[in-house]
């Protein structure tokens, strides 16, 4: 339903404030306090609200909106492990507008979080700021958002015009929000009521990811060329969806096209099954045994619908984590790659520009085979040097998030990698760089192509030279004179240290040496960013230094391994790896998501347990219900053999033998 032209509160409805006090929180939900934004100060406000708090894994079993709704904010805990929005609370609580600090929305791409409100009543969000794609994905959806300064006039009796709440954005989310979203805006666009802006940019040097989008322009939308804030309809060279996200982009499809509707390059998408398939090994997810089985269900329903590519698993067992999967197989330099989780970003370490997206916007361009997309500002980082020994890319970029991310240089923003010290990180490291950048509240990362890239992605593919040469000829480079918007920032890889992340948020870092002595319970090594060929290497190389000095895994400690994909198991077992790790008492497991999202092994039970892991979050119950440390696959294997918190220097066992 489209938005009338001016925005008033309605009357007898209500405000919820999302304040640090918990407790005001319930008392507002039991209607004994009713906030006004003039008496709230921003910093009394929640900031960093996450999609897991949103929509915990549990809650994103359901695939109807109006199941979701039924526990909006399940995640939201006080410090008994309690929940402070119970089951059915913001439905049944008369709210419209809900309200919260900066960042709201950081964390995973999942749609559900907004779809948690909307079906709850609420239909204004305010924020200070917004994550990227949950600001995106309210677009699609048709919620308005403001700051706090429009909350003050609406409580003050003001109608505001609708312009007001559509200014900040471009015209064609302008348009989708005023539609009521993307698929009312659809419509509305095939019917002929609202048109496409024509590009007026001049010709101008391009960045990276201006370029890929540049190349990627429909015809006739007037310029060739695109500066940031340009509203663009673009082809999309690859998609994919998984488990947790298909049955909704099958859901919507069906509902706005008729249950014969047809994709229309089937083959550029792709399904995965890799999220969930050790989720009912883990105690508390068994219960939703059944939601998970209909999401596989509902999934391979879509592809056998559909004709897309398939890599559901096989006997229990998945090809992989899409996001791994995706880079060995089909993501190529100069892509432009859309798919239904935040961390589709990790294939700019192949030069390629993707981003995560909520399912509507997925179904929508997945039906069309082209998306729109207000091209984003960039920010460069130079890199010079080269690592140390014992240091890896996951201390770089907590590195980036303890500063850069912090105070929000990389919001929304492209992470433009280039620079010298780009010879000394193979392509696994860059991969690491780019998937965490969704952790940056960045719009996506991209790293420049060199021969390297080509090499690598010619051995996953078994590539001939003419083909090699074709990669080289889609590889993208920024335009001398280029413009970043975030600023050009030097990176001096030989000063990183060995870094973590304190639990609670990924920008919480601080170097090894700050925090003490850690004692854990669990270290766990895999996901998307850390299940990798090189982190691999890395695991092994601190397990066989250990054994080779005689020691163990601290008594006490569970160590687990997870591969990203089929094809590093098996280089994996090609190297021994797995034979050392079963002599020193790490479990290992098949490819798949598991802990990284709470569901599979290596996940905490308790909330007294202490977890270092090698994934890429470490929000409130994002692996369990204890505390979450994230680092390096090397400082998490060290961590496992010392039994503390621990990082990693060639020999330390060794020495310590002696």
């Known amino acids: 339903m489209p938005h009338p032209d001016r925005i008033a509160l309605t009357p007898g409805k209500r405000v919820l404030f999302l304040t640090k006090d918990l407790e005001l929180i319930r008392a507002q939900l039991a209607g004994k306090v009713n906030l006004r934004m003039r008496d709230v100060r921003v910093e009394e406000l929640l900031d960093d609200i996450n999609t897991d708090v949103m929509t915990p894994a549990w809650v994103c079993f359901r695939h109807r909106p109006e199941d979701i709704a039924l526990d909006a904010y399940a995640g939201l805990l006080d410090a008994k492990g309690e929940r402070v929005i119970p089951t059915r609370a913001l439905l049944d609580g008369n709210f419209e507008v809900i309200v919260s600090g900066y960042r709201k929305g950081t964390g995973s791409s999942r749609e559900t979080a907004v779809q948690c409100e909307k079906w709850s009543g609420i239909r204004i969000v305010i924020a200070a700021s917004f994550a990227p794609i949950h600001e995106r994905n309210n677009i699609q959806q048709g919620q308005l958002m403001g700051g706090h300064d429009l909350l003050v006039r609406l409580q003050d009796g003001e109608s505001i015009p609708i312009a007001e709440f559509l200014n900040p954005y471009d015209p064609i989310s302008r348009e989708v929000l005023r539609s009521g979203g993307l698929f009312a805006f659809a419509k509305d666009l095939q019917a002929g009521k609202v048109k496409l802006p024509q590009l007026s940019t001049s010709p101008r040097p391009m960045n990276i990811a201006e370029k890929i989008l540049a190349r990627h322009l429909l015809p006739g939308q007037g310029s060739t060329y695109v500066k940031p804030g340009d509203s663009v309809l673009v082809h999309v060279d690859a998609g994919y969806s998984h488990e947790f996200t298909t049955a909704q982009v099958h859901y919507f499809l069906s509902q706005e096209y008729g249950a014969g509707y047809k994709l229309k390059n089937p083959g550029k998408f792709a399904v995965f099954e890799d999220h969930l398939l050790y989720a009912t090994g883990v105690p508390r997810m068994a219960k939703f045994a059944d939601l998970i089985e209909t999401l596989r269900t509902l999934q391979r329903e879509f592809q056998k619908h559909t004709g897309c590519r398939d890599y559901s698993a096989v006997n229990g067992i998945s090809p992989g984590i899409c996001h791994q999967v995706a880079r060995e197989q089909f993501v190529d330099p100069g892509d432009f790659v859309q798919a239904t989780d935040s961390h589709t970003c990790m294939g700019g370490g192949s030069n390629a520009l993707s981003w995560g997206v909520g399912a509507t916007e997925y179904a929508g361009l997945a039906f069309a085979g082209h998306t729109f997309v207000r091209v984003p500002e960039s920010i460069r980082f130079e890199l010079h040097g080269k690592l140390r020994p014992g240091v890896m890319a996951k201390d770089v970029i907590l590195a980036i998030l303890d500063t850069y991310a912090k105070r929000e240089d990389t919001?929304?923003?492209?992470?433009?990698?280039?620079?010298?010290?780009?010879?000394?990180?193979?392509?696994?490291?860059?991969?690491?760089?780019?998937?965490?950048?969704?952790?940056?509240?960045?719009?996506?990362?991209?790293?420049?192509?060199?021969?390297?890239?080509?090499?690598?992605?010619?051995?996953?593919?078994?590539?001939?030279?003419?083909?090699?040469?074709?990669?080289?000829?889609?590889?993208?480079?920024?335009?001398?004179?280029?413009?970043?918007?975030?600023?050009?920032?030097?990176?001096?890889?030989?000063?990183?240290?060995?870094?973590?992340?304190?639990?609670?948020?990924?920008?919480?870092?601080?170097?090894?040496?700050?925090?003490?002595?850690?004692?854990?319970?669990?270290?766990?090594?895999?996901?998307?960013?850390?299940?990798?060929?090189?982190?691999?290497?890395?695991?092994?190389?601190?397990?066989?230094?250990?054994?080779?000095?005689?020691?163990?895994?601290?008594?006490?400690?569970?160590?687990?391994?997870?591969?990203?994909?089929?094809?590093?198991?098996?280089?994996?077992?090609?190297?021994?790896?797995?034979?050392?790790?079963?002599?020193?008492?790490?479990?290992?497991?098949?490819?798949?998501?598991?802990?990284?999202?709470?569901?599979?092994?290596?996940?905490?039970?308790?909330?007294?347990?202490?977890?270092?892991?090698?994934?890429?979050?470490?929000?409130?119950?994002?692996?369990?219900?204890?505390?979450?440390?994230?680092?390096?696959?090397?400082?998490?294997?060290?961590?496992?053999?010392?039994?503390?918190?621990?990082?990693?220097?060639?020999?330390?066992?060794?020495?310590?033998?002696?």
């Open 411 to 658: 919001l929304d923003r492209v992470m433009e990698f280039g620079g010298p010290g780009l010879a000394n990180l193979s392509m696994d490291e860059r991969a690491t760089l780019t998937n965490m950048a969704t952790e940056c509240s960045a719009a996506g990362g991209v790293f420049e192509a060199d021969e390297q890239t080509f090499q690598w992605i010619a051995r996953m593919r078994g590539l001939d030279a003419k083909a090699v040469d074709g990669l080289r000829a889609r590889a993208v480079a920024p335009d001398p004179g280029a413009v970043y918007d975030g600023g050009v920032h030097r990176i001096d890889l030989d000063k990183i240290e060995p870094r973590v992340a304190e639990p609670g948020d990924p920008t919480y870092g601080k170097t090894i040496a700050q925090i003490g002595s850690v004692k854990i319970d669990i270290a766990y090594g895999g996901s998307c960013t850390a299940g990798k060929f090189d982190d691999l290497d890395a695991y092994a190389a601190v397990v066989a230094e250990a054994e080779k000095a005689g020691k163990r895994l601290a008594p006490g400690v569970r160590f687990w391994i997870q591969y990203a994909s089929e094809a590093v198991e098996s280089y994996s077992r090609s190297k021994g790896y797995d034979k050392l790790f079963e002599r020193m008492g790490v479990s290992v497991i098949h490819p798949g998501c598991g802990a990284c999202i709470g569901c599979g092994p290596g996940v905490s039970e308790t909330r007294e347990q202490v977890t270092i892991s090698a994934i890429n979050r470490n929000f409130t119950g994002r692996s369990g219900p204890g505390k979450l440390y994230l680092a390096s696959p090397a400082s998490v294997a060290a961590s496992a053999i010392e039994g503390r918190i621990a990082a990693y220097v060639p020999g330390m066992f060794a020495r310590a033998a002696s």
